[in-house]
């Protein structure tokens, strides 16, 4: 079973310039998760989708940063303008979202750093 | 608001030794699980524990859940370097449709040889 792809690994650019994440989840899964983890800490919670909605975007700075998943499959994040404290790693999760009591487990993809000069 | 506290933030022991590591909140959670996360990778899930006073051992790792199920400790024995990394605790409540995890902060383990 492949896993959650994300690309690029990688990014360097400097503030105020524009950059795009882009995650495919694991195929089936109807829950997509955009975390944003600084060096050394926890996974912050970007967004989550069920489907192509929107279930919760509470801590998504709104006024840089804007996501999609277009036909409820793969998905873009994207930070425009970029400031010096979105220096990061984002990771892309992605879980099953059976019904009942279960926690769902997450899967992650292996991030993509991002640099910003 | 939920939080999560872990402890120690840090750690780093010799190849062997034991260590206990903590995560501890003032709310109640219907679940628990640990992560573990080595550089340049996602976090990958490593238990859930769901029961108050729950206790399952994934070979050199023994996780516990809290009786009042709101706090958790994940012990392991004779520390292997290839424990090494960041260690995670989120968790989660049952109750209403968005069952959105609440994370740790994290205790970043380095196990020298």
Redesign the interface.
């Known amino acids: 079973e492949a896993g959650v792809a994300q690309s690029p690994r990688y990014k360097i650019i400097e503030k105020r310039q524009s950059v795009a994440f882009w995650c495919n989840p694991i195929s089936g899964h109807a829950t997509l998760y955009w975390y944003q983890q600084i060096l050394g800490q926890g996974p912050k919670l970007l967004i989550q989708f069920q489907n192509n909605g929107v279930v919760d975007d509470s801590q998504l700075p709104k006024d840089r940063f804007s996501a999609e998943r277009l036909k409820g499959v793969d998905s873009t994040l994207k930070i425009q303008p970029a400031k010096l404290e979105d220096s990061a790693v984002y990771l892309c999760a992605s879980s099953l979202r059976t019904s009942g009591r279960s926690t769902d487990t997450q899967y992650f993809g292996p991030g993509t750093r991002l640099t910003v000069l | 608001t939920q939080l999560l506290e872990?402890s120690p933030q840090f750690l780093s022991i010799q190849e062997g030794e034991n260590l206990t590591v903590y995560c501890n909140s003032s709310s109640v959670f219907?679940?628990l699980?640990w992560y573990r996360q080595e550089p340049?990778?996602?976090?990958?899930?490593l238990v859930?524990v769901?029961t108050g006073g729950e206790v399952k051992k994934l070979k050199r790792l023994t996780f516990q859940f809290g009786d009042a199920r709101k706090d958790s400790s994940l012990h392991i024995t004779a520390a292997q370097t290839g424990d090494t990394g960041?260690y995670?605790c989120?968790g989660?409540n049952?109750a209403g449709n968005?069952?959105?995890?609440i994370?740790?902060?994290?205790t970043?383990l380095a196990v020298n040889p």
Do not use: I, M
Request: charged letters at 10%.
């Open positions: 872990q219907s679940s699980q340049g990778e996602g976090p990958v899930l859930t769901v960041l995670l989120a989660a049952h968005n069952r959105k995890l994370w740790g902060l994290g970043s």
